[in-house]
């Protein structure tokens, strides 16, 4: 069973910026972020596979980036110029896992980190 522990949340003002990082327990490489708000569904952010391929989500294009670590199998959210409306948990996904002979689907989430964004 893959684990997602996400982490560096927290609060900063308009136009400030934060890093969220996502580990996971082993090789994770298609991994997601997603935000919520109260009362709402699940929104995608951003994603990548590989060290490529990596797409976002219209309201965060030019502000945020995705990028991963592979030794430490750690993907990064650089969250740059952050906007009241980027409030949110921010929850980690992934949709691999290595069964030690090949990647197969899975469907895994992290706790969630929340970021709040102050004016």
């Known amino acids: 069973q893959l684990r997602l522990v996400e982490s560096g949340g927290g609060t900063v003002e308009v136009g400030g910026s934060l890093t969220l990082s996502c580990t996971a327990s082993?090789?994770?490489?298609?991994t997601n972020w997603y935000r919520q708000t109260p009362g709402n569904e699940r929104d995608f952010v951003a994603g990548i596979i590989g060290h490529s391929g990596a797409n976002y989500a219209d309201s965060v294009k030019g502000r945020f980036s995705i990028s991963r670590d592979d030794p430490t199998n750690t993907v990064y959210l650089q969250m740059n110029s952050l906007k009241p409306e980027d409030t949110a948990v921010y929850y980690c996904?992934?949709?691999?896992?290595?069964?030690?002979?090949?990647?197969?689907?899975?469907?895994?989430w992290g706790q969630g980190t929340q970021v709040t964004v102050s004016s």
């Open positions: 996904n992934e949709e691999q896992t290595y069964n030690g002979s090949e990647f197969v689907p899975g469907d895994y």
């Open positions: 082993g090789r994770a490489p298609a």
